[in-house]
């Protein structure tokens, strides 16, 4: 794992209510870029606020490049195309399914990140997507918001930042993701795209208080790096672990060492998806709670809402936040992006929240009801990991 670095500022952003105005507001304030990268766009209620607000920047003069994963936006509506056209916002799809759909060899390897940068000075990384809280795609409205987080930072993992998604856009370019693209200078922009990193901007005195590293995770020479940065982490948990996951489906590894740190005496709690959202995901995770529940591991459904969170705190000083669930489609096959934070006060601030969700909005679950699952139940989860794997196998991966 790439070391931590000093002198970052960060906030953390609860939802798209706390999300969207800070992104809103940094946008507005851009100068010369905004880079924003995202698996579903979404302009419903308040997602509509962040589309305004790139078309804003843009008519003023700043360049504006938005990626948005095929599968999770197969196509923004006409309204926002036209609009965007118009305004030379700069739009693109990442590799939009093919004949066969997610059948098709490679086509899980999606664009699951959220990351934007504006200026080259403030970054903002988590797993909220441009979506609000109170509205799913698939489900209609939502009585009560998404439980998820992003942080804001200032500081050098900011140029990193900058860099992969300026790569990544490169890239849609030159394979002619981009509508309306020009082949003449595609060759141009990607090589643009690669260009050395500038000199850091210096960080403001007060914000240089906190440990931290961008942790992308990819299909080449980053394949493992988020999974082992969670190892790495629970291997040497000495007191508590939290981790708060989506769609929790954790291989061996993680399953072993979750198992390893229960037993040498670690609190470990999590907090994971308690409504049905997908059948895959909803059910492949149920097998491997039996051995959690053996453990002494403390399994807790997140009730008013769908749990979208990415995130994870041990021992009150390490945390993460980013948009990779442990599951093998993010593990293995999705384009992700995590910052992992050594920061007392950060960690203090995600802790004391995932906290209260577990006391308060979390079902602990019985390791005796468990047990007790009906066979139509187990049938499901049997049938759920059969996909998995049969999609894992068509990807050519090995995971559960």
């Given at each position: 794992m790439p070391p931590l670095r000093a002198g970052h500022h960060l906030q953390l952003l609860e939802g798209s209510r706390h999300f969207f105005p800070a992104l809103v507001a940094a946008i507005d304030a851009a100068r010369s870029e905004v880079l924003l990268e995202t698996y579903i766009f979404d302009t419903t209620?308040?997602?509509?606020?962040?589309?305004?607000?790139?078309?804003?920047?843009?008519?003023?003069?700043?360049?504006?490049?938005?990626?948005?994963?095929?599968?999770?936006?197969?196509?923004?509506?006409?309204?926002?195309?036209m609009r965007f056209d118009a305004a030379r916002v700069e739009w693109a799809l990442f590799s939009r399914p093919g004949a066969f759909g997610l059948l098709s060899p490679g086509q899980w390897r999606r664009l699951h990140r959220k990351l934007c940068v504006v200026d080259g000075t403030v970054g903002f990384c988590g797993g909220i997507n441009i979506l609000d809280d109170l509205h799913d795609p698939n489900h209609g409205a939502l009585l009560s918001p998404r439980f998820d987080f992003a942080l804001r930072v200032e500081g050098p993992l900011v140029r990193q930042m900058h860099d992969t998604m300026q790569r990544q856009w490169s890239r849609i370019e030159a394979v002619?993701?981009?509508?309306?693209?020009?082949?003449s200078g595609a060759f141009e922009r990607l090589r643009a795209g690669y260009r050395a990193p500038q000199p850091e901007r210096p960080v403001p005195q007060d914000a240089r208080n906190a440990r931290a590293v961008l942790l992308l995770r990819d299909n080449l020479r980053n394949r493992a790096v988020i999974e082992r940065s969670y190892l790495r982490a629970i291997g040497r948990a000495r007191s508590e672990i939290i981790i708060a996951n989506a769609?929790?489906?954790?291989?061996?590894?993680?399953?072993?060492?979750?198992?390893?740190a229960a037993r040498r005496g670690v609190q470990v709690?999590?907090?994971l998806q308690?409504?049905?959202?997908?059948?895959?995901?909803?059910?492949a995770s149920r097998p491997v709670f039996g051995a959690l529940l053996r453990a002494g591991i403390h399994i807790h459904e997140y009730a008013p809402s769908f749990l979208h969170a990415k995130v994870a705190v041990v021992d009150g000083r390490w945390a993460t936040v980013g948009s990779s669930n442990l599951d093998p489609l993010?593990?293995?096959?999705?384009?992700?992006?995590?910052?992992?934070?050594?920061?007392?006060?950060?960690?203090?601030?995600?802790?004391?929240?995932?906290?209260?969700?577990?006391?308060?909005?979390?079902?602990?679950?019985?390791?005796?009801?468990?047990?007790?699952?009906?066979?139509?139940?187990?049938?499901?989860?049997?049938?759920?990991l059969v996909i998995m794997r049969v999609l894992l196998m068509i990807q050519g991966k090995k995971y559960l």
């Open positions: 209620g308040t997602g509509a606020d962040v589309a305004y607000a790139l078309e804003r920047a843009a008519r003023r003069g700043v360049t504006v490049h938005l990626a948005m994963d095929g599968f999770g936006t197969p196509e923004l509506p006409p309204f926002w195309q002619g993701q981009l509508r309306k693209a020009r082949l769609y929790f489906v954790p291989g061996g590894r993680m399953r072993r060492a979750l198992v390893n709690n999590l907090l308690g409504r049905y959202e997908y059948f895959m995901q909803y059910y993010s593990l293995l096959l999705a384009r992700e992006a995590n910052v992992v934070v050594e920061d007392e006060g950060f960690a203090r601030r995600l802790r004391d929240r995932l906290v209260d969700a577990i006391a308060n909005e979390g079902r602990a679950m019985d390791p005796a009801a468990y047990e007790r699952r009906p066979p139509f139940q187990r049938l499901k989860e049997r049938l759920a």
